[in-house]
Nanobody, 114 residues
Framework: QVQLVESGGGLVQAGGSLRLSCAVSGSIFGINAMGWYRQAPGKQRELVATISSGGNTNYADSVKGRFTISGDIPKTVNLQMFNLNPEDTAVYFC?????????WGQGTQVTVSS
């Protein structure tokens, strides 16, 4: 089993910054990519950013230039978020891929006030 625990969410004003972190425990051997997804009320969960064990990154167009993903795969993954806007309000989920199977954290709320 793989356990993921997110931290760092909260309430921030528009234009502010937050840093999310995700710690991985359990059977981490075989995890080759991690990422962050988010789900706003009434919307589907969407990809925010991913990072591979080789350091390759991928971002949603809506966050390019504002968010940066980093980490020590497979142990931790972070998401630094700058210039937040109310459209970034969502529950943010940490994700890990292990041999084709996805594992999820419980989510952390990010709320951006205007």
């Amino acid at each position: 089993q793989v356990q993921l625990v997110e931290s760092g969410g909260g309430l921030v004003q528009a234009g502010g910054s937050l840093r999310l972190s995700c710690a991985v425990s359990g059977s981490i051997f075989g995890i080759n990519a991690m990422g962050w997804y988010r789900q706003a009320p009434g919307k589907q969960r969407e990809l925010v950013a991913t990072i591979s064990s080789g350091g390759n990154t991928n971002y949603a167009d809506s966050v390019k230039g504002r968010f940066t993903i980093s980490g020590d795969i497979p142990k931790t993954v972070n998401l630094q978020m700058f210039n937040l806007n109310p459209e970034d309000t969502a529950v943010y989920f940490c994700n890990a891929l292990k041999w084709g199977r996805a594992y999820w954290g419980q989510g952390t709320q990010v709320t951006v006030s205007s």
